[in-house]
């Protein structure tokens, strides 16, 4: 949904301005009260209306206190600001210089705003404007498209910025990873039935010996429980023979193995997964083995799928568990 001014030319509203940048509404209040960083528009009911000239003062508010300066120090050098040249557009030098507070990001339109205001609310490490914006996300756009247009191109941005900048920037990564891994718990998700007799077993989501990424397949649990599949999430680095007994145990009608990396990516191991049998002599059964994660790149297995994205993976593993309840019914 576009946060346009609205049509009398007033701007816009405080909540509107405080999604664009990643600040509470709160924040903007107290910001006027204090110091004096208020809009010069009010309606005739007092409420804030906020013109380009007002969010130029608030953006260069945002990156100073998100560099460290105080928030007075950091009032006074915006609004002086207004007074000296303006500063370059986005996208352009202030971006790819790696200016305090500024992170690399690409795509436009309404999911970049929202990956700025949650990349700035990042930088100043304000876990609950962070937390805010990622429910938005999720609540406005679903699962997928919040991971997919929101989440993820923050997440590189930051990590960008943290590769070139030495080891600035490490705790903004962190922070936000947190806050991404619970919002995707948090998500809304459908009543998945329990393991009665006669249902196909679940999908297991399990990253490579020595892989350490998880949040990807954080995403792919989400969307799996949002779709009523079931699902076992066992995570980062986990052992091939814990797999393998896993897989004997439960009879998964799936197994995703993840690699973020060529080193953790084996097909080997994979082809070993895809070997595992379950259930009585004569009818036993094996996983179909799905390869997720940019390690598997360039190493081809035909019979071995791999899914191009989260929309993808999420509709070949539901078709697999569909395929499943209609082989268990007899349909």
Known sequence: ?????????????????????????????????????????????????????????????????????????????????????????????????????????????????????????????????????????????????????????????????????????????????????TALRRAPHAVVAGGREGRPGPVLLACAPGEQHSLPLEALHAGLLELGVPTRMFGAAVPVEALTAAVRRLGPVAVVLWAQTRSTASLPLARHVADARWGVTGARRAPTVVLGGPGWVGRPAADLPRPTGLSDALAMLAGAHAAGTAGDTGA
């Open 1 to 181: 949904m576009n946060e346009l001014p609205s049509p009398d030319g007033a701007g816009l509203a405080t909540g509107a301005l405080a999604r664009r940048l990643g600040v509470a509404p709160t924040t903007l209040r107290s910001w006027d009260r204090r110091y004096g960083i208020g809009p010069a528009v009010r309606t005739d009911g007092r409420h804030r209306r906020w013109r380009p000239g007002d969010v130029a003062v608030l953006e260069a508010m945002c990156r100073l206190t998100s560099s460290g300066v105080p928030p007075a120090d950091a009032a006074r050098a915006a609004k002086e600001a207004l007074l000296r040249p303006p500063a370059p557009p986005v996208g352009g030098a202030a971006e790819r210089t790696g200016a305090p507070g500024v992170l690399p990001l690409v795509g436009g339109g309404d999911a970049r705003q929202e990956c700025r205001g949650l990349a700035r609310a990042a930088v100043r490490l304000d876990a609950p404007a962070v937390e805010e914006r990622l429910a938005e996300a999720v609540e406005r756009h679903g699962l997928v498209v919040a991971w997919q247009e929101v989440m993820v191109p923050t997440l590189h941005a930051v990590g960008r910025k943290w590769a070139s900048s030495g080891d600035r920037y490490v705790e903004v990564e962190h922070l936000l990873s947190w806050q991404v891994s």
